[in-house]
């Protein structure tokens, strides 16, 4: 399969699998009539999914075709989320032999990582600074205070101890004090959650906090706090 297409794909798919068709015109849903469009597949192995799918090998899935396939075929599919509750039924995006996932899912990591480091060359050219530091401390920003809404960020600050400077007017020893959100609301889940000990490379963005009328430095985004070994991975983009 053409790189191409699998970057295209993996782009737009966000469940992918190797799985054989056991039931054509059939489906494992209630709110999914059988047509010649549905059938049922059983998952061999996943390539990607999130992590509440709840998909795993040897289960069952309502698949709608995006073009014809027959009982007992193996592919590769390339599917987004339809339907889920009792069961679970995903849209097909595209399809490809079998014999070729071990590739498929080499190309489609190398398209994750191409596609992560075009989102950290722009992260890092937007922050503040980029510093490689441990977290000496965590706690509060400010006088606690009750949630604004059931969306607030509940704004916590780390204390950052500087061991390297890659970008920003920043130097080694210092202190900074870095906003975070430990919401696990939906729009914050992803935010950076660091605890006392961590080592990372921090991308540090200057941010207003509504929230509490100050700016500060923070991590908000998932790219913000990364591994120390990807540091030269990061530098390849600054």
């Not at 080694?172 to 992803?190: C, H, I, N, P, T």
């Amino acid at each position: 399969m053409p790189a191409a297409d699998v970057r295209r794909l993996t782009r737009r798919a966000g469940f992918v699998f190797a799985g054989r068709v056991v039931r054509t015109g059939a489906t494992t849903v209630e709110l999914v009539e059988p047509s010649k469009e549905t059938a049922v597949v059983r998952v061999d192995r996943v390539l990607r999914a999130p992590e509440d799918l709840g998909a795993r090998r040897g289960s069952q899935v309502t698949v709608r075709l995006q073009k014809a396939a027959r009982k007992g075929q193996r592919a590769v599919f390339f599917t987004v989320g339809w339907i889920s509750g009792e069961g679970l039924a995903v849209q097909e995006l595209g399809r490809e032999p079998a014999g070729q996932v071990d590739a498929i899912e080499k190309q489609m990591g190398d398209a994750v990582r191409k596609e992560e480091l075009a989102d950290i060359r722009k992260r890092v050219k937007e922050a503040h600074a980029v510093v490689v530091g441990k977290v000496a401390d965590t706690g509060a920003e400010g006088r606690e205070q009750p949630p604004a809404s059931e969306h607030d960020p509940l704004w916590r600050t780390a204390v950052v101890e500087v061991e390297r400077r890659e970008k920003g007017d920043v130097r080694e020893g210092q202190r900074l004090k870095v906003a975070y959100a430990s919401s696990r609301d939906v729009m914050w889940f992803r935010a950076p959650k660091p605890d006392r000990g961590d080592r990372a490379v921090f991308l540090l963005h200057r941010r207003k906090l509504e929230e509490r009328d100050v700016e500060m430095l923070a991590i908000v985004d998932p790219l913000d706090m990364q591994p120390v070994e990807r540091l030269d991975e990061i530098r390849s983009v600054m």
